[in-house]
């Protein structure tokens, strides 16, 4: 606690220690640890190949398995609308049961201690496990999000990224625990995850926000400490690649991850003894405008409108329908139906469909396509990770530098967007012709323009559609991605892969062990992708054009004046006005009290 004497706040432990762990910054080193744990669906390369092998599958086959893993990933409609009616630990709770059940099933099917499972089985057990990451970035990263509104940016970038760190978190934690046994990392993603969540699902919670100077630099010390996590994981997967390491270095190495993924709590302490001791002073007196129902007709404009505004968020708010077609000004806080129906939103989902659509195939297949095009499996495995690594740099990237070049030079994120998706299509093209030692420069482009698109698409969502139900067009903003994996990476990469590898199947050769060789293995489907990424970029522009007045801007402005972030979703009976608008009532109020006596307004 904190006391006041006469030479002032004396500072306790127990007290700093619990202020530490109600605060905005702890919330986000929670969420950190939430985000850094959730991104298993991003090393299926690994795991693919005991699936495949374990339990008979020809590439259409796992590609139609990783689609579902994708679907259950990005689809997260049902935890955006429960997290519109309820706290965020109830998701997170939801969240981390269905990570173990699913995971849990899946690891049994491979090790054979379960009966061999159809495939749509399986489909359903890495969907419902894929689908707590849903549960996790709407517990987590939505609700850090509102938490910082100014810093929507830089925040996604620095979570998303910590997601795109996790698959190789996640392979120095395997081989520490478990060795070179990849079946058990599959465990490892069941059991990890959800004892995280668990642990922090009270943590993470909206927090009233209140505007602080210097919130940037905090976050970019929450950054140097992810880049030394990055390079050290680089350097440490290309010296094991090219040295056979022992369990005991493997040790070593991830005994320096943890310690790098908890130093941010340094920052946090940091951070929070800033505002530890300080005495709230009463706040002067405000007048503020008690709404009032009344029959009198006769109304200021100005309260009619407050009224408006304060509609209260019931659980059935968000879905109605009335207005949909007459959308708020961009900025304001558009309902679910408003949003769906924008054209803005139909312009972002097409272009994502495209961007992430393409990059997710070249990702998903990457073990593939090095085995095709003949490289030895530690440069496989280096790609994997490199894909791993510039995914995370991708991520940090677009959210901190589009939220640089917005505030000073009012760069519109989504030609950022547009950006990214012309450079993707330079990675596609050298996969498809298989360029020679060019698959080490396609993996980082890919990596880096798959983690890119998240930060930029989740960021335009929140400007354009506002923050009220952002848990919802979050995860509807991310439906696009299965959608994109299943037309780009079932339906073109997976069946003319297959089809060229039954060209090649030697007589004798079991139908379902189909390995295709040579360029021609990804050729056609990656100029078929990268002739659609090229189109999604183009439609990227009109969202562009649309926009362009709107980032010209100042889109935080209203944060920055006053105007709180609810903690909750209670309704709330009283409302402050504008100084303009107050001025005009309270002129109007004293104008009639001469004649009436009293009013409707009460001044506290």
């Given at each position: 606690?904190?006391?006041?004497?006469?030479?002032?706040?004396?500072?306790s432990?127990?007290?700093?220690?619990?202020?530490?762990?109600?605060?905005?910054?702890?919330?986000?080193?929670?969420?950190?640890?939430?985000?850094?744990?959730?991104?298993?669906?991003?090393?299926f390369?690994?795991?693919?190949?005991?699936?495949?092998?374990?339990?008979?599958?020809?590439q259409?086959?796992?590609?139609?398995?990783?689609?579902?893993?994708?679907?259950?990933?990005?689809?997260?409609i049902?935890?955006?609308?429960?997290?519109?009616?309820?706290p965020?630990?109830?998701?997170?709770?939801?969240?981390?049961?269905?990570?173990?059940?699913?995971?849990?099933?899946?690891?049994?099917?491979?090790t054979?201690?379960?009966?061999?499972?159809?495939?749509?089985?399986?489909?359903l057990?890495i969907?419902?496990?894929?689908?707590?990451?849903?549960?996790?970035?709407t517990?987590?990263?939505?609700?850090?999000?509102?938490n910082?509104?100014?810093?929507?940016g830089?925040?996604?970038?620095?979570?998303?990224?910590?997601?795109?760190?996790?698959?190789?978190?996640?392979?120095?934690?395997?081989?520490?625990?478990?060795?070179?046994?990849?079946?058990?990392?599959?465990?490892?993603?069941?059991?990890?995850?959800?004892?995280?969540?668990?642990?922090?699902?009270?943590?993470i919670?909206?927090i009233?926000?209140?505007?602080?100077e210097?919130?940037?630099?905090?976050?970019?010390?929450?950054?140097?400490?992810?880049?030394?996590?990055?390079?050290?994981?680089?350097?440490?997967?290309?010296?094991?690649?090219?040295?056979n390491?022992?369990?005991?270095?493997?040790?070593?190495?991830?005994?320096?991850?943890?310690?790098?993924?908890?130093?941010?709590?340094?920052?946090?302490?940091?951070?929070?003894?800033?505002?530890?001791?300080?005495?709230?002073?009463?706040?002067?007196?405000?007048?503020?405008?008690?709404?009032?129902?009344?029959?009198?007709?006769?109304?200021?404009?100005?309260?009619?409108?407050?009224?408006?505004?304060?509609?209260?968020?019931s659980?059935?708010?968000?879905?109605?329908v009335?207005?949909?077609?007459?959308?708020?000004?961009?900025?304001?806080d558009?309902?679910?139906?408003?949003?769906?129906f924008?054209?803005?939103?139909?312009?972002?989902?097409?272009a994502?469909?495209?961007?992430?659509?393409?990059?997710?195939t070249?990702?998903?297949?990457?073990?593939?396509i090095?085995?095709?095009?003949?490289?030895?499996?530690k440069?496989?495995?280096?790609?994997?990770?490199?894909?791993?690594?510039?995914?995370?740099?991708?991520?940090?990237?677009?959210?901190?530098?589009?939220?640089?070049?917005?505030?000073?030079?009012?760069?519109?994120?989504?030609?950022?967007?547009?950006?990214?998706?012309?450079l993707?299509?330079?990675?596609?093209?050298?996969?498809?012709?298989?360029?020679?030692?060019?698959?080490?420069?396609?993996?980082v482009?890919?990596?880096f323009?798959?983690g890119?698109?998240?930060?930029?698409?989740?960021?335009?969502?929140?400007?354009?559609?506002?923050?009220?139900?952002?848990?919802?067009?979050?995860?509807?903003?991310?439906?696009?991605?299965?959608?994109?994996?299943?037309?780009?990476?079932?339906r073109?990469?997976?069946?003319?892969?297959?089809?060229?590898?039954?060209?090649?199947?030697?007589?004798?050769?079991?139908?379902?062990?189909?390995?295709?060789?040579?360029?021609?293995?990804?050729?056609?489907?990656?100029?078929?992708?990268?002739?659609?990424?090229?189109?999604?970029?183009?439609?990227?522009?009109?969202?562009?054009?649309?926009?362009?007045?709107?980032?010209?801007g100042?889109?935080?402005?209203?944060?920055?004046?006053g105007?709180?972030v609810?903690?909750?979703?209670?309704?709330?009976?009283?409302?402050?006005?504008?100084?303009?608008?107050?001025?005009?009532?309270?002129?109007?109020?004293?104008?009639?009290?001469?004649?009436?006596?009293?009013?409707?307004?009460?001044?506290n």
């Amino acid at each position: 606690m904190v006391f006041a004497g006469s030479n002032g706040p004396t500072f306790s432990h127990l007290g700093f220690t619990m202020h530490v762990l109600r605060g905005r910054w702890f919330m986000f080193f929670a969420s950190i640890l939430v985000m850094a744990a959730a991104g298993g669906t991003y090393i299926f390369g690994i795991y693919s190949k005991d699936i495949k092998k374990k339990l008979g599958y020809d590439q259409q086959t796992l590609n139609t398995l990783s689609f579902f893993k994708d679907l259950g990933a990005n689809v997260g409609i049902i935890p955006g609308l429960i997290n519109e009616v309820s706290p965020p630990w109830v998701v997170l709770i939801v969240g981390a049961g269905m990570n173990l059940g699913g995971y849990l099933m899946i690891y049994l099917a491979i090790t054979g201690r379960t009966a061999r499972p159809q495939v749509w089985l399986m489909c359903l057990y890495i969907c419902i496990g894929a689908n707590s990451q849903s549960f996790a970035n709407t517990g987590a990263l939505v609700t850090a999000v509102k938490n910082f509104p100014e810093s929507r940016g830089v925040t996604l970038g620095l979570l998303k990224s910590f997601v795109g760190l996790s698959g190789a978190i996640y392979t120095q934690l395997y081989q520490a625990l478990y060795g070179n046994d990849s079946e058990s990392l599959v465990l490892l993603i069941a059991w990890l995850p959800a004892v995280i969540s668990i642990l922090f699902a009270y943590t993470i919670r909206i927090i009233p926000y209140t505007h602080r100077e210097g919130e940037t630099k905090a976050f970019f010390k929450f950054l140097y400490i992810s880049i030394a996590l990055a390079v050290f994981l680089m350097i440490s997967i290309i010296v094991e690649n090219q040295v056979n390491f022992t369990h005991a270095e493997f040790s070593v190495t991830t005994t320096i991850v943890i310690l790098l993924v908890f130093l941010p709590i340094y920052v946090v302490a940091r951070e929070e003894m800033k505002t530890y001791g300080q005495i709230t002073a009463p706040e002067p007196e405000k007048d503020i405008t008690i709404v009032t129902v009344s029959d009198q007709p006769s109304e200021p404009e100005a309260i009619s409108k407050a009224s408006t505004e304060t509609e209260p968020n019931s659980s059935l708010g968000c879905l109605s329908v009335k207005g949909a077609l007459n959308p708020p000004a961009r900025g304001e806080d558009y309902t679910i139906f408003q949003a769906l129906f924008s054209i803005d939103m139909i312009i972002l989902f097409l272009a994502t469909i495209a961007g992430i659509g393409g990059t997710l195939t070249a990702v998903d297949n990457m073990g593939q396509i090095g085995q095709s095009l003949g490289y030895p499996t530690k440069s496989i495995n280096t790609f994997v990770s490199l894909i791993s690594i510039w995914n995370y740099a991708g991520r940090n990237v677009s959210g901190f530098v589009s939220e640089y070049i917005l505030e000073r030079y009012k760069f519109p994120r989504p030609l950022m967007l547009t950006l990214i998706l012309l450079l993707s299509c330079v990675g596609h093209i050298l996969i498809a012709f298989g360029v020679n030692q060019g698959l080490y420069v396609a993996s980082v482009i890919i990596g880096f323009c798959f983690g890119a698109q998240w930060p930029l698409l989740f960021a335009i969502i929140s400007e354009i559609f506002g923050l009220k139900y952002y848990s919802t067009l979050y995860n509807f903003g991310a439906v696009a991605s299965p959608i994109g994996s299943y037309i780009l990476n079932v339906r073109i990469a997976g069946r003319m892969y297959d089809k060229e590898a039954r060209k090649q199947k030697k007589p004798g050769t079991s139908s379902k062990d189909l390995t295709c060789l040579g360029v021609q293995c990804f050729k056609e489907s990656f100029i078929i992708i990268t002739i659609v990424t090229f189109i999604g970029a183009v439609v990227s522009l009109v969202l562009v054009w649309r926009t362009r007045n709107f980032y010209k801007g100042d889109i935080y402005a209203r944060f920055r004046d006053g105007v709180p972030v609810q903690a909750n979703k209670e309704v709330e009976a009283v409302s402050t006005v504008s100084d303009k608008e107050k001025e005009g009532v309270n002129g109007k109020t004293k104008e009639k009290e001469g004649v009436n006596g009293n009013n409707n307004s009460n001044n506290n």
